[in-house]
């Protein structure tokens, strides 16, 4: 009988892709920062990047980098992360686990999660596909398979380990030169996850993915983490049905209120969201917002949504998340010495 690890791989594998990113060789050229071109040796007619001429291409591209994807529909769709596709002006090529390659195009990015949906035009609508499951049933301890592209360089690599944490919550620079972003609801595993992996789905043993394979714990061992299915399935819905995603936006900057916070700033609750500007903008209620137009003002403590108090473990992009456009979130918010319920109508944020 055979293993039933072996038969997931089996299963799942002709559905995971590589993809590769490629940039045009004037626009790296362009990306050095000018204090360090006088220190870099020139090559043929004064350029500074020395690249040999087997990695560039007939038109001048020059392979840069690469992750992984997975497809979930049979006629080309395929799931990734969005740091993955992140640069307007690289090319990206996804190559099957048969060696074929198309060009990528890139249908919509998740705006507050790690997670992009590209497309490929392949011959016929039969590609091999990988099921969606069920991340919420997911259990501490359940055996699961990463699968991906390691180091960009080794395609096809899987690796076994278990679910070791749950609704994790990560501070990770999705871009290269994005600020560093909360990512949170995650499933923390031990199975490798490399550079290169990103974007490769995490699947349980019945085949089914439950995650998208995101990050990892650089200087730590077998930490890696996930983004749950689920808000993919939702992005993909979004996509089908609006031609974007969509994402619920309520409008405010805020800190999390623990006691280290109550006690530095000399709060009156140990919980809930305080709002307040950060470096990047000059008040913590965003002008025109649903929060705005609710009435919500700086300094106000926001302690419940829909009657679930707000702490780390329930931060509000929790409760967006669950949330869509045009829903109604009802608040329980601190002003001074008072308690005051608020109802806000979501926007779309764009």
Known sequence: MENKVVATIKKTLPAVVSIVIAKHLEDLEKEIPPELQPFLP???????????????????????GGGSGFIVESMGVILTNKHVISDPKAEYTVVLSNGEKY???VLSR?????VAIISIIPPKNN??????????SVELGEEVIAIGNALGIFRNTVSLGIVSGLSRSIAAQPEPNAAPQELRGLIQTDAAINP???GGPLVRLDGKAIGINTAIVFGAQNIGFAIPINSARRD????????????????VRYLIIDERLQEKMSLPVSYGALIIHDSTS???VIPGSPAAVAGLKE??????????KVDHEHAIQDFLEKLNVGSKLHLLVLRGTKKVSMQVTLAERK
């Open 103 to 105: 060009p990528a195009n």
């Open 196 to 198: 290169g992996n990103s």
């Open 42 to 64: 020139s090559g043929p007619q004064g350029k500074h990047l020395q690249i040999p001429d087997a990695l560039i291409d007939k038109r001048g591209m020059v392979t840069v």
């Open 110 to 114: 998740d705006p507050v999660n790690d």
């Open 299 to 308: 300094k106000d403590i926001i302690l419940e949504c829909n009657a679930v």
């Open 282 to 284: 000059e008040t913590g």
């Open 127 to 136: 590609l091999p596909v990988i099921e969606m499951g069920d991340a919420t």
């Open 236 to 251: 993909l819905h979004d996509l089908k049905t609006y031609g974007h995603i969509r994402k619920p936006l309520l409008g």
